[in-house]
């Protein structure tokens, strides 16, 4: 089992067990400028070896190198570590498009009713025999519940582009500029300004608009104060490259300005977007919540997920 600095808050009633066998992510501990911290995996036993039926030995065995087999493919779909920087902590996940698809989720499709919580959609997803191993959430929502900004499900626009400039003070969303994190039809990832967005005219299969950037072009929001002393729980998005998505939580009140940091220096992102604040929370299959305390968490309008896939 990896040992964290900080564990994580464990899964409710029902929520997955951490499992010898496979768990579907990698788990590892990194500080800044330090090789990654030792790690013991849980092993499964080795069986015994019959003295009369040495067939079954090797039997279970076979059948142990199998199940390790399919569990490392999944492993290495998402990873999860615990970064340590400039003295924050942050949880970590990156996804790998290729291996498995992101999606994201608001409302369930039978009943029209929001998930509202990463719960919801975990339970959603065992009765359709889908295991969630990943879970997010996703941009900045109004009074309603309802995206703020841009929201697209499948291909399809639920909420159109929001290009209106309020004032900063009025929220996050206002400081310029805001963006976009979108993952197209080929499977690829970006984040860009809301403008460039609307600029490229591409659809996209899974979208939210949220705000402001963090990272623009390798450059930090300027409205972003160095020693700013607004501190909340902070959660981003970037596309390190076309296919390889990092989610980053903090573990502790963090300002935009170190938290921006963190995408540029530590992630070598060029672009990063900010989804949420106080209410941000990141669920890992086998070993819980990170983000911000539970009691902070307010119902979400829009969730991203990684599940496996449905068995036939």
Not at 195 to 223: C, E, H
Request: some cysteine; hydrophobic content about 40%; charged content about 20%.
């Amino acid at each position: 089992m990896a040992r964290f600095a900080r564990p994580f808050r464990r899964a409710g009633r029902g929520g997955s067990a951490l499992k010898a066998q496979c768990i579907g992510i990698r788990f590892r501990c990194l500080h800044r400028h330090n090789r990654p911290a030792t790690i013991s995996y849980m092993k499964a036993a080795t069986p015994p070896v019959p003295a009369s039926r040495p067939w079954l030995y090797w039997l279970a065995t076979l059948a142990m190198l199998a199940g390790a087999t399919g569990c490392s493919r999944q492993a290495q779909a998402v990873d999860s570590e615990e970064v340590t920087f400039e003295s924050q902590t942050f949880r970590v996940v990156s996804v790998d498009l290729q291996r498995e698809p992101l999606s994201l989720h608001w409302k369930d499709p039978e009943s029209g009713q929001p998930y509202a919580t990463i719960e919801t959609l975990r339970q959603w997803g065992m009765a359709h025999d889908r295991r969630l191993l990943f879970a997010a959430n996703a941009g900045i929502y109004d009074r309603q519940f309802a995206p703020l900004g841009l929201y697209v499900e499948d291909g399809r626009t639920v909420v159109p582009l929001n290009l209106f400039r309020g004032n900063p003070a009025a929220g996050n969303f206002s400081i310029q500029p805001n963006g976009v994190f979108a993952v197209y039809p080929d499977g690829h990832a970006a984040v860009r300004t809301s403008t460039a967005f609307k600029a490229d005219a591409k659809p996209a299969r899974w979208a939210t608009q949220s705000g402001p950037m963090l990272l623009v072009d390798g450059q930090i929001n300027d409205r972003f104060v160095d020693d700013s002393s607004s501190l909340k729980w902070r959660s981003g998005v970037c596309a390190k490259t076309p296919h390889r998505v990092v989610f980053a939580v903090s573990e502790s009140p963090v300002n935009f300005h170190t938290f921006a940091r963190l995408f540029r220096d530590e992630f070598g992102c060029r672009d990063a977007l900010y989804l949420d604040g106080t209410i941000s929370q990141f669920y890992v299959d086998g070993a819980g919540y990170a983000g911000a305390p539970t009691f902070m968490v307010k119902p979400y309008a829009g969730i991203f997920a990684v599940f496996t896939t449905a068995q036939p």
